[in-house]
């Protein structure tokens, strides 16, 4: 007498939650690689905002004045 085999179980809805799993683990893996980069581009910003030094110069500062670096230098037209 042949067994009567088990009915095949439909596989439903399991390859769907597989693939949007892997789906959204993929997205969340590159909004993280992402918002690392973010930190570091938001964090260089604040702290240049916040830095007091380093800013342009300003007319009224000790420094020479611009003619000097625009002149011709004499010794080396010479040689």
């Not at 690689?33 to 500062?61: C, N, V, Y």
Request: charged share 25%; glycine share 4%; aromatic share 6%.
């Amino acid at each position: 007498e042949p067994k009567t085999a088990p009915k095949p179980q439909p596989i439903g809805n399991i390859a769907l939650i597989i693939l949007l799993t892997t789906c959204t683990c993929c997205a969340l893996f590159i909004l993280w690689r992402r918002a690392e980069a973010f930190r570091a581009i938001i964090s260089h910003q604040l702290k240049t905002i916040t830095r007091s030094e380093g800013q342009i110069r300003l007319s009224q500062d000790d420094g020479p004045p611009a003619h000097e670096f625009l002149e011709d230098d004499e010794s080396t037209e010479d040689a």
